[in-house]
Each structure stands twice: as structure tokens, then as C-alpha cells.
């Protein structure tokens, strides 16, 4: 799979700079170009190898700092896009827009030409269209949710097409839906494995069906789509036999899709030594600065005791001490969230120890240890051998697992009214078991006068954390306004060294408050705004309301 890195910058040019001229109509044999270049099953994998180039990296990671569940030390892009800071001239506004219509416009031109490889069988020829099919879907995916109402181009542009105006939504989300139906009827039921190692599947092109179905409120869609991914029974949840550490391996290199353990992950952005690395590992727990994704008190909250009831209604949950709270939790809380006792990579704690073994946060930025604003660090993604090294994390990304699709599954069936216990012990029960938690039983959230929705929302929020989706699901079940609140940390008074967070701003219940004056106004938050440099090209795109 090392072709679809390299290849895809040549690829792209070749597109991008083809000629129609009548007088060029005849192009030299010596030389590749658009018009002699799809005649073999080589040139068409190359083609959709170079497609796998604009599928999302770390970079699925990095929009988890839209949500609520961590806080950048420093402003960032998707921190201003977060806290509703920002204006329609904010670049990455601007680059989700072209990078998302690159893909779509690669796809485009795969699609186009595809079928001039007439020595390719017609299986094997609709097979790649399928995986630029799903690729091509990412994009809308992503277009659809950051803007709403955008431009549908499914060939390459024309002077009419790039300067037209948007269409709507729900037009893009039918087609979309459609082109992935399409795909799974071409794409092989089994995991990928061998040279195909990473590439699209049938159960990928239906995992993606049913989230974007989910995002977009058509749950009878979502659930069908989900339910065929399991009636395949091709995937399962990672599982190495150690419950207390199943969850958090997935998320290091034992779960590399690689190692041929892992029949969970269903979309990844692979990554290799030496070749195509990032540096996730080190931001989580950076050993001289301060960490980059800090979990806030909101996530941490979000666990479960383990007798499945909220902090707020267990007898089990005391916070006397920052040991008090890992205790008694749903096991993901400690596979997610770093807990006293575990081994870390970032040197000198709050004790001012370096033993390998985490049990105090740090606050003093003294550059000998990983210092912490909210008083939490994630575990989640840490690969410990890689955090002493700057950009040599070689982790999978996961983007789409079979988790998720357990759990859009469980969720449709209760927006649609037919959730039944049975449902949830083929779904969310499955992600519990792999951690030894107590069940969700309907007939206990009754009685304990707890909201289904509410737990259904809980569970998707903890097992999916920091993997970039919480913003995407606080848009659509319209909960912007947890947005605009403090993000807050610990207690202040649970800190080792007092005077390290003196300075430290905290609320009325002593919490330390990291980051406020955020906002958030509705309806104009739940979509961006339309990028300045694209209205400036197109004014017929029209800009979103409120902006």
C-alpha cells in the first residue's frame, strides 16, 4: 500500500493538468497523460491508491478539540471553531472546503475514466470504482456536516458547475447513501488482508452508510445498514484476552492493522516506520511541556460506576482524593483516561518522580515532566515507546470501527422506538463485556429514573472518545450549547504542590476552570460559515444564516 502515498501527487497533476484541445487530441504513446493512461489493472489500482491520500490521518484526531471532551493549551483552529470564536475567514475553514472537493474531484475523475480499461474485467474494474466510491462519500460526508448545503459535482467541473450555486443538503445525503449501496454490492465481505491490507470493504462502504444515515436522522437506514455490517459476521471487537487493558491496546501498536489481531477496525489511515508517521503519542503525554490534548472534567464525569449508574446516583463514587475518582468506574474510564499507578512515558510527576509509573498530575512547567492544565491526561492513543520521540508514532488512525456500528445500531433502534433488551445485548453489551462492565438493562434505567436516550448518548461519548466525533454528534442531537460552558479540571485542592495552581482560575465547587468565555449561538454555530476565499470565487454559494 506504499503506492497510494507516492503515487498520489503525480496522479493528481496528470488529472488536473489534462487538455482538451482538438490539436492535442492525439497524445504521444512515451508519455503519460489522461488519454492513454486507463488501459491496465496496474494504472487503475494506482489511481485508487492515490485516492487513499485524501482520506483523513491524525488529523481525525485533531477535531476532537471542536468538542467537549479535551482542551489544547494553545488556540488552535478547531479550538476556535469550538468555542464559536471565529469568522468565515478562519483558514482551515477554507482547507477542509478544498482538501474535502480534491477528493471528490479525484473520485470524479476515477469514475469518469474507469471503464476505458476494457482488458480489466468488469468485476474487478467495478470494484476500484467502488473504493473511490466510498472515498468520494468521505468527502461529502465531511462537506455535509462542516457546511450543510454544498455544491454536488459528480464529473469533473465545467465553467457552469464550479460557478453554480449549492445544493441542498438532504439532495447530497440521498446520493451519497445511494453511491454506497452501490459500493458494497462491489466490494468483497471479507477484511482486507495482504496487499489489500487497508483498502475498502463491503463492510467499510455499509459502516459509513450507517453513520452518515445517523448524522443526517434517517435511523430506518441507519439501523438496516448497521445490521448488515453485523449479519456479515466478518468483524469483531478487539479482544486479547485481558479485559482490564482489551479497550486501551486497540489504540497502540498491538492494534496496528498490520499485526493481524485487529477485526475491528474498519476504516484506518495506516501508518508506517519511517515512512508516514505522526506525533499523537507525544502530544498525549509530551515529557518537557505542556500535553497537548488535556481530558476535561466533563469527559471524566461521563464514566459510569460499575454498577452502571451515573456519578451523580452510584454509592460508590466519593472524590476525597484525585484517587478517589478513578475507583469503581466503567473500565474504559482508566484504558481512556491516564490513573495513579499506570505507566506513562512523561517523565516527572506531581511527586517529582521519575519511575515510569504516573500518580500525581504535574502543574509546574519545568520542562522535566508532562504538565497538565485540567489535572487529567489521556492514556487512549499513547503508544509509551514513542512519546520520548518527536514524530515517530507509526499508530493506525482508527476513523470507522465496528464499535461504532454497534452503536449506531442500538441508537436508531431507540430514535425509531423499537429498542428492545435484546437489541442492546447484541450491541452496547458487546462493548461492555470486552471490559467486563455491567450490562445496560432497560428494566434498571426505569427503575433508577435514568433517560434511555441519555445513556445511549453516554455510551457512544466513552467509547468513542478522542477518535473525533464528539462534535459531530453534539451538532446533531442539538447540543451546541455545552459548547459555551467553562471548561473545567480537578479540584484545585487535590493538587500535591498548592502553590503550582495558585494562579490557577476555579469555580464556586473549587474545579479548576482552564478555558472560558466560549459561546455558542444557535441556529448559526450548528454549520460553518462558507469560506470567504470561496464566496470571493463564487458568490452564487450564498453564506449560511447567522454569518
Known amino acids: 500500500m506504499k503506492n497510494k502515498f507516492i503515487f498520489g501527487l503525480v496522479f493528481s497533476t496528470m488529472l488536473l493538468s489534462s487538455c482538451n484541445n482538438d490539436f492535442l487530441d492525439i497524445a504521444p504513446r512515451d508519455v503519460l497523460s489522461n488519454d492513454n493512461f486507463w488501459e491496465t489493472e496496474e494504472q487503475l489500482v494506482l489511481a485508487v491508491d492515490a485516492l487513499y491520500a485524501n482520506v483523513k490521518a491524525k488529523n481525525t484526531v485533531d477535531m476532537e478539540n471542536m468538542g ?21 475567514d478562519l483558514p482551515t475553514l477554507n482547507t477542509e472546503w478544498t482538501t474535502q472537493y480534491q477528493a471528490v474531484r479525484q473520485a470524479n475523475a476515477f469514475l469518469e475514466n474507469y471503464n476505458k480499461a476494457t482488458s480489466v474485467s468488469t468485476a474487478r474494474r467495478e470494484a476500484l470504482a467502488a473504493e473511490a466510491r466510498v472515498i468520494r462519500a468521505l468527502g461529502y460526508l465531511f462537506l455535509t456536516s462542516f457546511f450543510g448545503d454544498v455544491p454536488l459535482v459528480t464529473t469533473t467541473l465545467t465553467i457552469e458547475e464550479v460557478y453554480g450555486p449549492r445544493n441542498p443538503k438532504e439532495d447530497v445525503i440521498d446520493f451519497i447513501l445511494e453511491d454506497l449501496e452501490l459500493a458494497a454490492t462491489h466490494l468483497p465481505a471479507e477484511i482486507p488482508s495482504g496487499n489489500n491490507l487497508g483498502r475498502m470493504s463491503k463492510g467499510a462502504a455499509l459502516g459509513l452508510k450507517a453513520r452518515i444515515a445517523l448524522y443526517n436522522g434517517r435511523y430506518d437506514i441507519a439501523e438496516k445498514a448497521a445490521k448488515d455490517v453485523m449479519d456479515l459476521k466478518v468483524y469483531q471487537l478487539f479482544n486479547t484476552g485481558d479485559p482490564t487493558r ?7 501498536y498491538k492494534g496496528r492493522l498490520a499485526n493481524g489481531l485487529n477485526k475491528e477496525t474498519m476504516i484506518a489511515r495506516m501508518h508506517l516506520p519511517d515512512i508516514l508517521m505522526h506525533n499523537l503519542s507525544r502530544e498525549i503525554q509530551v515529557p518537557d511541556q505542556v500535553i497537548r490534548w488535556n481530558p476535561t472534567k466533563s469527559l471524566v464525569d461521563s464514566y459510569l460506576m460499575k454498577d452502571g449508574l451515573p456519578i451523580d446516583k452510584s454509592e460508590l463514587y466519593t472524590e476525597n ?11 474504559r474510564m482508566t484504558q481512556t483516561i491516564l490513573s495513579p499507578g499506570a505507566a506513562w512515558g512523561g517523565r516527572v510527576d506531581g511527586r517529582n518522580v521519575n519511575d515510569g509509573t504516573f500518580v500525581e498530575p504535574k502543574f509546574d512547567n519545568d520542562r522535566r515532566g508532562a504538565v497538565t492544565i485540567t489535572g487529567y491526561y489521556f492514556t487512549k492513543y499513547a503508544e509509551i515507546s514513542t ?17 461504532e456500528v454497534l452503536l449506531t445500531y442500538a441508537e436508531a433502534r431507540m430514535e425509531q422506538g423499537k429498542l428492545t ?31 434511555v436516550r441519555e445513556e445511549i448518548r453516554r455510551e457512544r461519548r466513552v467509547e468513542l472518545a478522542l477518535e473525533g466525533q464528539r462534535w459531530f454528534d453534539l451538532m446533531r442531537w442539538k447540543q451546541g ?28 465547587n473549587g474545579y479548576i476552570v482552564a478555558f472560558s468565555g466560549r459561546t455558542f449561538v444557535a441556529p448559526r454555530n450548528y454549520l460553518w460559515p462558507v469560506p470567504l476565499a470561496q464566496l470571493q470565487l463564487n458568490p452564487n454559494l450564498g453564506q449560511n444564516p447567522g454569518w
Do not use: C
Open 68 to 88: 467537549d471532551n479535551t482542551l489544547w493549551p494553545s488556540t488552535t483552529a478547531y479550538q476556535q471553531i469550538g468555542s464559536g470564536v471565529y469568522g468565515h
Open 246 to 252: 482489551n479497550y486501551y491496546e486497540l489504540f497502540t
Open 321 to 331: 482524593s484525585y484517587a478517589d475518582i478513578f475507583k469503581n468506574r466503567d473500565p
Open 387 to 403: 512519546i520520548g520521540q518527536v514524530g515517530r508514532d507509526h499508530n493506525d488512525i482508527h476513523l470507522l470501527r465496528y464499535a
Open 421 to 451: 433488551q435484546n437489541d442492546l445485548d447484541i450491541s452496547i453489551n458487546l462493548l461492555r463485556d470486552r471490559v467486563g462492565m455491567k450490562h445496560m438493562e432497560l428494566s434498571e434505567l426505569a427503575n433508577h429514573g435514568l433517560d
Open 481 to 508: 450549547s455545552k459548547l459555551a460552558e467553562d471548561v473545567k479540571g480537578m479540584k484545585k485542592s487535590w493538587a500535591a504542590n498548592q502553590s503550582h495552581v495558585a494562579n490557577f482560575a476555579q469555580d464556586q
